[in-house]
C-alpha cells in the first residue's frame, strides 16, 4: 500500500484526530500485565494482550475491518438482537453494543479459553461506559453437533489470533460446541443481524441453525469467505431465502456489490451479506458516508 493510500483512507479522512495521533506517538503497554488498551470511536476501549492483527488494525485505525463495522453499524438499530459467532477478543460484539446502545440484546461465541477471557473483560468495561445492553458471552462454538470439538491453532495464530479453527481429525484443544437451533427459545423469534467469522467451520455452523434460518428468525448474515462464489455456506444460505452481496469498500462509504464477482482488497477479508430483506439492505447502504466514524 503506497503512502497516498494510506493518507486517503476512509478511516483517517473521516477521523483527522486519529491520523495526527498515529504520527504523533506509538502506543505502549497500559496495563499492569502488559496489555494493551485501545480506544475505539464510541467511547468504549478494547484491551489486547499483544498487537495482532486486530489490534495492530485498532491502534493504526481506530477501527478493525471497517466496512463489517459499517454494515452493522447500518443494519442494526437499538432494542435488536445481534449475534457475533468466532467473537476473538470481542471488537465486533462492543461495535454491536455501542449501536444497540441501552437497548437490545448481544449473543457472543468464542470457545479459545484465551481469547474468551479477554473477551469477557472486554465486554464488562464495556458495560460499564454503555449502559445496560443485555449481553451474554458463551464458551462455545457454533456447529452442527452439540458435545465436543478440537481447537486447532495454526502457525502464525500468535500474530492472528482469529486463525484458530475447529479441526475434524482431533488436532487442537478440546472445546464444547453447540447447535444454534438448541437456542432458539433464548435467543428469541427476531435476530437482525448474525455475524460469523469461524475459518472454515461457516457451513457446519449454518446447518445447526437450519429451523432459525428457514424461519426467518435470523434477518441477516455477515458472513467473511475467502473461497470463490458459490461456496458450500453461501449455498446453503441461499436455499433457506438469503439473497447474497458482497460488502466493498469505496472512499466515501461502504456499498453493495455483486457477491459473484467482489472487490477484494489486498488488507481485508472479503466478507458478504446475505439478507432475507435485500430492499431494506438496499435502502440501509444507500446514503454515502461512514456512519461508525460519524458518532
Not at 454494515?71 to 471488537?91: E, I
Not at 461495535?95 to 477471557?117: C, I, N, Q, S, Y
Not at 460499564?128 to 481447537?151: I, K, M, N, W
Amino acid at each position: 500500500m503506497t503512502l497516498r493510500e494510506q493518507l486517503t483512507k476512509p478511516e483517517y479522512l473521516f477521523q483527522p484526530s486519529r491520523l495526527l495521533r498515529r504520527i504523533a506517538r506509538r502506543t505502549t503497554p497500559r496495563g499492569a500485565d502488559g496489555s494493551y488498551v485501545l480506544r475505539l470511536p464510541w467511547g468504549v476501549c478494547l484491551r489486547v494482550q499483544r498487537m495482532d492483527d486486530i489490534g495492530r488494525a485498532v491502534d493504526t485505525f481506530g477501527v478493525f475491518d471497517l466496512v463489517v463495522t459499517e454494515a452493522m453499524w447500518r443494519l442494526l438499530q437499538p432494542g435488536d438482537t445481534a449475534l457475533d459467532v468466532g467473537a476473538n477478543v470481542g471488537y465486533m460484539s462492543l461495535v454491536m453494543m455501542a449501536r444497540l446502545k441501552t437497548r437490545g440484546r448481544v449473543f457472543a461465541f468464542e470457545p479459545h479459553p484465551g481469547l474468551f477471557d479477554d473477551l469477557k473483560r472486554n465486554v464488562a468495561d464495556a458495560l460499564l461506559r454503555l449502559g445496560p445492553v443485555d449481553v451474554q458471552v458463551r464458551p462455545e462454538g457454533l456447529s452442527d453437533v452439540s458435545g465436543t470439538a478440537a481447537l486447532f491453532m495454526p502457525d502464525g495464530f500468535e500474530n492472528n489470533r482469529g486463525l484458530a479453527r475447529i479441526d475434524a481429525a482431533g488436532r487442537g484443544i478440546p472445546i464444547s460446541v453447540c447447535r444454534l437451533d438448541d437456542m432458539a427459545t433464548e435467543i428469541g423469534a427476531d435476530v437482525r443481524l448474525m455475524k460469523i467469522d469461524v475459518e472454515g467451520h461457516e457451513a457446519s455452523a449454518l446447518r445447526g441453525a437450519t429451523a432459525l434460518l428457514e424461519g426467518g428468525v435470523i434477518r441477516n448474515v455477515i458472513i467473511e469467505e475467502h473461497a470463490p462464489y458459490p461456496t458450500e455456506a453461501t449455498s446453503l444460505l441461499e436455499r433457506y431465502g438469503y439473497k447474497l452481496f458482497s460488502l466493498e469498500r469505496a472512499l466515501f462509504g461502504a456499498r453493495l456489490g455483486d457477491a459473484a464477482r467482489p472487490h477484494r482488497t489486498s488488507w481485508e477479508a472479503p466478507s458478504l451479506l446475505a439478507t432475507r430483506e435485500p430492499q431494506s439492505a438496499i435502502e440501509a447502504f444507500r446514503r454515502p458516508g461512514w456512519r461508525c466514524l460519524s458518532t
